[in-house]
């Protein structure tokens, strides 16, 4: 059995591409604004959001921007309903 080194680089390779694989499988189930709400939550930054995308910081900075007033405009909403 060959014995390597794993270093950093190796690993951060590796998890890209299973991020870009997961990612792929879930565009086939979700929008690019649900996918990136989502991943938002991981902690990533914007860049590293649209890295994952193919999509530019600025979309997901907007993107998020607009899921915020979405959800603030929801929860207003909700107590006149009862």
């Known amino acids: 059995m060959e ?3 794993i270093g950093f680089a190796d690993i951060h390779t590796q998890l890209k591409i299973l ?5 792929a499988q879930l565009r086939n189930t979700m929008r ?3 996918l990136i709400v989502l991943l938002s939550t991981t902690g990533a930054s914007a860049k590293e ?3 994952v995308l193919n999509t530019t910081p600025a ?3 907007v ?3 607009r899921d915020k ?5 929801q929860q207003t ?5 009862l």
């Open 59 to 61: 979309t997901v900075q």
């Open 32 to 34: 690019q604004n649900e």
């Open 77 to 81: 909403a909700e107590p006149e309903d």
């Open 19 to 23: 991020n870009r694989l997961t990612i």
């Open 49 to 51: 959001v649209a890295d």
């Open 69 to 73: 007033k979405k959800r603030a405009k």
């Open 3 to 5: 014995n390597r080194n």
């Open 63 to 65: 993107t998020l921007q």
